[in-house]
């Protein structure tokens, strides 16, 4: 296999490892958890862990 060949498929393996995070980040399942997060630096403390 050529360098070229190589650095190909490495590229592609990486684009599609950024397009699956992209999509775990943006899915509705995770929005409640980012927005909590969100809020952490306005919370109070003993505000910080709401389970």
């Given at each position: 296999m050529s ?39 306005l919370a109070?403390?003993?505000q910080e862990?709401?389970?």
């Amino acid at each position: 296999m050529s360098a070229g060949v190589v650095s190909g498929a490495v590229t592609g393996v990486l684009l599609v490892l950024f397009l699956f995070g992209w999509a775990w980040a943006w899915s509705d399942r995770r929005r409640s958890d980012f927005e909590a997060a969100a809020r952490l630096p306005l919370a109070d403390e003993g505000q910080e862990r709401r389970a």
